[in-house]
Nanobody, 122 residues
Framework: QVQLVESGGGLVQAGGSLKLSCAAS????????MGWFRQAPGKEREFVAA????????YYSDSVKGRFTISRDNAKNTAYLQMNSLKPEDTAVYSC???????????????WGQGTQVTVSS
């Protein structure tokens, strides 16, 4: 049974930082690209970042480019999202996702975590 478990969310002031983690189990982690998506209340799910299995291909949305960094540790079966210079508009539930083979910015991922809340106060 595949499980993706996010952690690291919370409340932070604007300009602050958070680091999200996504621990994967039940799959061959190195066969999967990992992605982060977010959904704010009343809005559609939005792509944030994605990374290929080896880390050689990385995508960011324009809204987070230069502020967020996606990474992964294949030895720990964990993906990360370092978020710096946070803004109130970054407030959302952040979910990680796993996609077999290639990374993509579209939500065509086979497995999804439950999400972790990130709230940025002004």
């Amino acid at each position: 049974q595949v499980q993706l478990v996010e952690s690291g969310g919370g409340l932070v002031q604007a300009g602050g930082s958070l680091k999200l983690s996504c621990a994967a189990s039940g799959l061959t982690f190195t066969s999967y690209a990992m992605g982060w998506f977010r959904q704010a209340p009343g809005k559609e799910r939005e792509f944030v970042a994605a990374i290929s299995w080896k880390g050689g291909t990385i995508y960011y949305s324009d809204s987070v480019k230069g502020r967020f960094t996606i990474s992964r540790d294949n030895a720990k079966n964990t993906a990360y999202l370092q978020m710096n210079s946070l803004k109130p508009e970054d407030t959302a539930v952040y979910s990680c996702a796993a996609r077999f083979a290639t990374a993509t910015m579209t939500p065509t991922y086979q497995y999804w975590g439950q999400g972790t809340q990130v709230t940025v106060s002004s």
